[in-house]
């Protein structure tokens, strides 16, 4: 069984800039999809991005598009959100799941995530 564990979330100022971690374990990696999510206080969660196990295909939110880049490194088991451009609203717990994807060709809008993990928590101030 695939089990992801997040890094990289701390404490930024708007403006500022973060890259955050998930990394996976077991040798299943390859063939899945990845995506982050982001919860925030008293929100509902929301996809914000998601890589396909193989062909680099990705998906952003719009509320993210142009600030938050997803990329992998399979050799490294890790998949990688680089957060820039912060601002307060981005205040929250980003978490990561995996999708099955064997084809290599996943796409956001198959969905079929696996459960969220425990997070990192990202804290923009003013």
């Known amino acids: 069984q695939l089990q992801l564990v997040e890094s990289g979330g701390g404490l930024v100022h708007t403006g500022g800039s973060l890259t955050l971690s998930c990394k996976g374990s077991g040798t299943l990696w390859k063939y899945y999809a990845i995506g982050w999510s982001r919860q925030a206080p008293g929100k509902e969660r929301e996809l914000l991005s998601c890589i396909s196990s193989t062909d680099g295909d990705t998906y952003s939110a719009a509320s993210v598009e142009g600030r938050f880049t997803i990329s992998r490194d399979n050799a490294k088991r890790t998949v990688y959100l680089q957060l820039t451009n912060l601002n307060p609203e981005d205040t929250g717990v980003y978490s990561c799941?995996?999708?099955?994807?064997?084809?290599?060709?996943?796409?956001?809008?198959?969905?079929?995530?696996?459960?969220w993990g425990q997070g990192t928590q990202v804290t923009v101030s003013s």
């Open positions: 799941a995996a999708a099955p994807d064997y084809s290599g060709t996943y796409r956001y809008s198959e969905g079929n995530f696996g459960s």
